[in-house]
């Protein structure tokens, strides 16, 4: 159990508030309530501290108790997540996982959303070579070709090889796809109740940009895909499991 606080957090008396996001931060996207005995179990916390800490967040509707004895997250949380995403603006979130993205692999990033049976450039990073893949903010391009488009496809439901490889692996590598001269490695981002926000791309000149290249960036890639989802409010795990698979593929 860690029930008991570390020295600075007893000093500053921020134990009780430290307890309380654990017991809001045990719940997951897959949980429509849990127990007095999960929630123990997975923060480490006594029940008589959940149960009173339990009382002040169902004051502040931050968590309710169900007529069988379980809890599920409250109306206030809702209200909260509403207030966050009308303050994220999106530019404010990619751009700067974009450019960590560019600088590590030195290559262009995109950031691609789906436009119907097409899909369109919203922010891009371009490379630091001067021999480069260019594609410029606002281009729109087809949806069934190249890395960017087919995680879009995947995630909107499309149907067949490779979207259901792609669904499983949360990343997809074209070398020549769209055009010959150009490979890229493309990753889903999502937003809250796993809506899927759009792909981020990187990509570059075939030449340098080769297969063994994308195995390589495929765990940077989605650690950053993953790092935009949690900014925009949604549980990332499955990117972090796919990263760590994909590293240890390497």
Known sequence: MTDTPPSSARADGVAALDRAIAILDAFTAADRSLGLAEIAARTGLYKSTILRLANSLIRGQLLERLDDGRYRIGPAAFRLGALYQRSVVAMDVLLPIMRDLSEQSWESVAFYVRSGDLRTCLYRVESKHPIRYTIREGDVLPLLVGSGGRVLA????????????????????????????????????????????????????????????????????LEAAARATRAFGEDAFMLDVAALNAGAGN
């Open 154 to 221: 995947a995630f909107s439901g499309q149907e067949g090889a490779p979207y259901e490889t792609i669904r499983k692996t949360y990343n997809y590598i074209s070398i020549g796809d769209r055009d010959p001269q150009t490979a890229g490695i493309s990753a889903p981002v999502f937003g809250p109740g796993l809506t899927l926000l759009g792909a981020l791309t990187l990509a570059g000149p075939s030449t340098r940009v080769d297969a063994a290249f994308l195995e390589r960036m495929k765990r940077p890639l």
